[in-house]
Nanobody, 113 residues
Framework: QVQLVESGGGLVQAGGSLRLSCAAS????????VDWYRRPPGKQREFVAE???????TYADSVKGRFTISRDNAKNTMYLQMNSLKPEDTAVYYC???????WGQGTQVTVSS
């Protein structure tokens, strides 16, 4: 069974940084397009960032220039480096494999003002 496990969330002050990780089992990240999504409190889930099997990255406008998605093929793990965090970045962050039903359980990120 495919498993995606996120980690690295927490409470941080505005302007701070966090790095989220998503470790995968029974699926090879480097062969797939993998995404980060988030669900802010009381809102729908929204796209954050994506990295294709070829290493092409795409970002939501709201995080462009502040967040960086990357992948460590040897560890089969995906990362989201989040810098210059804002209170509006507060959300549960999820990793997923595009065009699949595979989602992680989510990790909470809270940014205080």
């Amino acid at each position: 069974q495919v498993q995606l496990v996120e980690s690295g969330g927490g409470l941080v002050q505005a302007g701070g940084s966090l790095r989220l990780s998503c470790a995968a089992s029974r699926i090879i990240f480097s062969l797939n397009t993998v995404d980060w999504y988030r669900r802010p409190p009381g809102k729908q889930r929204e796209f954050v960032a994506e990295i294709t099997s070829g290493g092409i990255t795409t970002y939501a406008d709201s995080v462009k220039g502040r967040f960086t998605i990357s992948r460590d093929n040897a560890k089969n793990t995906m990362y989201l480096q989040m810098n210059s965090l804002k209170p509006e970045d507060t959300a549960v962050y999820y990793c997923t494999v595009r065009f699949s039903t595979y989602w992680g359980q989510g990790t909470q990120v809270t940014v205080s003002s």
